[in-house]
C-alpha cells in the first residue's frame, strides 16, 4: 500500500509539473482529489488496510494530498502570473494607456442640490450662515412659536405627518428661525434649507415631501428695503439671468407685513402652462418682516431686535430653473430623470 501511494504522488507531481494551463490544471485535479480521484480512492480503501498499518497508511496518504493539494495552488498562482506576463509583453498593449471606463456609470448630482448649492453660495458671500435643523419637530417650533395657535387656521393647510410621540414632520423651515433665535447672539444672519413634509395630493407642483430654504437676518431697523434688495441679489444669482419679479402682499402668522414674490414663470415665459396654473406667474417667494410675536419667542425683545424672513421653494425653483413640468420626478427615482443634470446643472 505505502508502495502505491509512493507511485501515485510520484506520477501526480511528474504531471503537475508539465502543466502551464488553468484548464489542464483543472483537469489534473479532478484526476487525483476529485470524488473519484486517485488519491481520494485511497482514502476511501483505508477500511481494507489491516488495522495494526492503518495510522501509518492513513499519514502517508493524507500527507500526499496536503502535499498535492499545496502543489496545486503553487501551480495556480504561477500560471497566472505566467498569464499576466504574457499580457504585458504583448507588443499591442501599452501599460501607459489610461485604464477603460468602469463599467458602473458617476453619480449625478440631484436637480434640487444643485440649485441648494447655488442658493448656499450666493448667501455665503452676503455673511450668511449655512444652518442643518430638524426634520422632526415639535409643535412648538413649527406652530405655536410662529404664532400659528391650536386653533388657528394656517394649520389647515399645512396638515403633515404626525408622530406618536406627539410630534411631527415639519411642514416648513421656519422653525429653524426660532431655533436659530436661540441658538445665536444677534445679530446674525442665516439660511437654513431641508426638506418639509406636508400631507398633500400630489398633482404637477405638489407632492408630500419637498425642499426649501428659510432665510433669516436679525439686527436692528430692518425693513422691506433690505428684504426686497437681497431676493433680488438672490434669484438673479441662480437663474443666472435677469429675472421679473412681482411682489403682493400675502398672510402668514409669523411675518407682518408679509408678501408674496412671484416670479415669471420660466416654463412658459408667462404665457400660461400646468406649472403656473395658467397665471403665467409663480409663487415663489414668500416674505416678510418678522413679527414681534416671533422675536419675542425667539428669545429676543422686539423692540429692541427686528428681523426679515423669507422661505424659498428649492424645489419649485429647480423646476423654473430647468422647466421641470411635474414636481413627482424628482423623487420617482427614475434614472433617466436624474441624468440628465450634471454638476453645473443642466445645460
Ligand atoms: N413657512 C411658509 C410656508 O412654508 C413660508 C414662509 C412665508 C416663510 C413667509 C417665511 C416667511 O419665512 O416670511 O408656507
Redesign the pocket.
Known sequence: MLDKIKKIKKKALTELEKINSLEILRDFEVKFLGKKGEITVLLKGMGKVPPENRKEVGQAVNGCKIEIRAKVEEKEEKIKEMIIEKDINRKDFDITLPSQPLPHKKGTIHPVVIIQNKVEAAFEQLGFKVLDYFEAEDDWHNFEG?NIPKDHPARD??DTFWLKDGNLLR????PG?LRAMHDYPPPFRAIFPGK?FRYEKTDASHEHTFH?V???MIDKNLSVANLIGIMKILLEAIFERKVDVRLRP?F?P??EP?FELDIKCMNCNGKGCQVCKYSGWVELL???L?HPNVIRAGGLDPDEWSG????L?LTRLAMMKYKISHITHFLGGDLRFYRQFTEGGLK
Open positions: 410662529l393647510m399645512q411642514t416648513h423651515t421656519s428661525q418639509v426649501q428659510e432665510g433669516l400675502g402668514f409669523f411675518v408679509g414668500p416674505c416678510g418678522v426679515w424672513a423669507f422661505g421653494g
